[in-house]
């Protein structure tokens, strides 16, 4: 690491305006859903001040828990398969002649200039019954009868994995370009086998890529919410849409606050553990 | 926004000119006419911006959300009986909607809101199904068809806790508006082992689902099939036997709305006959305006999955507010929706 900058001043002012966004427009909200998770609900809905742990104990029911796996398979199965689909991926464009580069960057990112709702939408057109999908398969012969995979769990994966590929090519991407090719070269000098290449020396070396990229797409995959709702077909859940069911459906704001705060706190606990035994020291 | 802005252009503070005002409508989605809205604003100089919602109890989570700055919402029936016991509503000056007097006598002073104090009949119709005579035969007439086995996978229901409820209990010979625990628990065994063969539950999209042959039967309100009906005319739909829902979306304006006057202007406008009658040929939606009856095409005014029969009529049966039991309809709900 190199020094900073020798400061300035000795009190960090510029701090002072990202801080204050941060502490109104997250932590307050943040205190004020911690608040109402305390809470019990009216019979219309609405929030009623009386002090109860129920919405906290609730969630043990087996009908949550069960959501809460489901989330996390679904998560899990994204980031590994973002993470191998992603690895060659930003492998050959950080191989590729630096006048390349930016284009194919550019490639990889050209999806976000539209919404991503619209995206979505677009995949449930590609993935109905007699969608481009089956068109395709079926006039190339490789079925006979249309799949049925719009409103399934692969329909769901399908969508996680097309909205935070990305995620995972561009910081694979920032590592993989900074790695040294001389230490490919002596690998390959000292008869190194391809496998042994890949997993003895340029693995390790993009590890802080590798370890940004899952953190990226593990964390808003497991909080996904319009991706199963509308590739799902509302027939089953994650976490993200038993959460928004509470607040905009069954209107019982308290146990919603609940949930998200079990989230989140799994969510930290979870990514703590995977930074400490996976790459701390890859990091610093 | 606009009217901030509004007021800062030159002339906005002008003396004696009135300050374009924006009114926040909520309603449904695929609901309102564009032109009828474009021909409001030009007439009037308001401008209406549209925001929408999928189901009455997603319009009442935002509304205690404390979504403010909406002017004029949409509710059917049992929704505004709830908004007017939660305070919500804002009181109507009838003198104001004078358009009040097309209305249906029927149709008006209504269980929710016998005098029609804080709300207005819009559009009304019924839950049944909508079917693709290509692929389901014989035609259904019965709401079980929904739990045959031969359309695994074909079939999609609303995404809306109080009509997939009011269906399976009338299936059983029920009143929709069931509160007794063993009623409701025996409505959530049978559509649980109904859910394998449901491909999705929407209110939204399930006209393009019948359009495109995703799904041969959809559990659905009369003027969305009847829409996608006119895109595909083997699509037909059908109140079963066992009765279903009847329902009616009302006009209201919201207790915080700070343009009442011109929400109520916008009111009476929706229920001029000829902007009434635009607005059923294009949704496909009953009027409640007698006069709009006599101004929309022929194959509208007299189709009796729009403007049911009598024969339909006595079968058919308003959703209420339940009261303390919503909580039992809404743990059921979650617990189908999960599993």
């Not at chain 1, 995972?168 to 090719?181: F, G, I, Q, S, T």
């Not at chain 2, 059917?76 to 358009?99: C, G, H, R, T, W």
């Not at chain 2, 299936?171 to 409701?184: I, M």
């Not at chain 2, 058919?316 to 709900?333: F, S």
Request: charge should be neutral; glycine fraction near 6%; aromatic fraction near 12%.
């Amino acid at each position: 690491m190199t020094p900073p900058p020798k400061p300035t001043s000795s009190f960090p002012w510029l701090i002072l305006p990202p801080a204050g966004v941060l502490i109104v427009l997250f932590g307050v909200p943040l205190l004020l859903v911690l608040a109402v998770s305390f809470a019990s609900r009216g019979t219309y809905g609405g929030v009623e001040w009386a002090l109860t742990f129920a919405n906290y104990t609730s969630i043990a029911d087996p009908l949550y828990l069960r959501i809460f796996w489901r989330s996390l398979w679904l998560a899990v199965a994204t980031t590994a398969i973002c993470l191998v689909m992603g690895f060659p991926l930003a492998y050959v464009i950080a191989r590729a002649p630096k006048r390349w580069q930016g284009l194919l960057l550019f490639l990889v990112i050209i999806p976000f200039w539209t919404n991503f709702l619209v995206r979505t939408y677009a995949w449930m057109f590609i993935l109905r019954t007699e969608g481009l999908l089956n068109q395709a398969l079926l006039s190339a012969g490789l079925i006979h009868e249309p799949l049925n995979i719009l409103f399934t769990d692969w329909a769901v994966l399908i969508g996680l994995v097309y909205g935070y590929l990305p995620f995972m090519v561009l910081p694979l991407y920032a590592a993989l370009e900074r790695l040294d090719r001389s230490l490919v070269e002596a690998a390959w000098d000292l008869y190194a086998r391809p496998v042994q290449v890949f997993t003895k020396v340029v693995l390790p070396l993009s590890r802080p890529g590798v370890i940004a990229g899952c953190v990226l797409v593990f964390i808003p995959s497991l909080g996904a919410y319009v991706t199963p709702d509308l590739l799902g077909g509302a027939r089953t859940m994650m976490v993200g849409n038993l959460i928004q069911h509470q607040y905009l459906v069954v209107r019982d704001w308290p146990f919603g606050s609940a949930l998200s705060f079990v989230l989140m706190a799994g969510v930290l606990a979870a990514v703590l553990y995977y930074l400490r035994a996976g790459g701390a020291r890859s990091l610093t | 926004m606009f009217a901030v802005l509004a007021a800062c252009s030159p002339g906005g503070s002008e003396q004696g000119k009135a300050k374009p005002v924006t009114l926040h409508l909520f309603t449904w989605s695929d609901y309102t006419e564009e032109t009828v809205v474009r021909q409001f604003e030009e007439r009037f100089g308001i401008k209406v911006v549209t925001d929408t919602f999928g189901s009455n109890e997603e319009l009442l989570a935002k509304l205690q959300g404390g979504a403010a700055g909406y002017d004029v919402i949409v509710p059917s029936d049992y929704m505004v009986s709830i908004l007017i016991k939660q305070k919500l509503l804002a009181e109507l000056d009838q003198a104001k909607i004078p358009n009040l007097a097309h209305v249906y006598k029927h149709l008006k002073g209504l269980y929710y809101d016998p005098k029609n104090t804080y709300s207005v009949p819009y559009l009304w119709g019924t839950t049944g199904i909508g079917y693709n005579a290509d692929l389901v035969s014989p035609p259904p007439d019965s709401w079980q068809v929904l739990w045959d086995k031969r359309y695994k996978g074909k079939i999609s229901l609303l995404n809306d806790e109080r009509e997939v409820f009011g269906m399976a209990l009338r299936a059983a010979g029920e009143s929709l508006n069931a509160a007794e625990p063993a009623k409701l628990a025996s409505a959530k065994a049978r559509l649980m082992a109904q859910k394998a063969l449901v491909k999705t539950y929407t209110s939204e999209n399930y006209d393009q689902l019948l359009v495109s042959g995703e799904v041969a039967l959809a559990h659905g309100w009369s003027g969305t099939i009847m829409r996608a009906a006119a895109e595909r005319p083997s699509i037909k739909y059908v109140v079963p036997k066992e009765g279903g829902t009847i329902w009616q979306d009302n006009l209201c304006v919201l207790k915080t709305s700070t343009h009442r006057d011109e929400a109520m202007m916008f009111i009476n406008f929706l229920l001029e006959p000829q902007v009434a009658a635009l607005i059923t040929t294009k949704v496909k939606y009953a009027s409640a305006s007698e006069e709009a009856r006599l101004l929309v095409p022929k194959e509208i005014a007299q189709n009796p999955s729009i403007y049911p029969p009598e024969t339909v009529l006595s079968r058919l049966e308003w959703i209420k507010d339940v009261g303390e039991a919503i909580k039992a309809y809404d743990r059921a709900w979650t617990e189908l929706k999960v599993k």
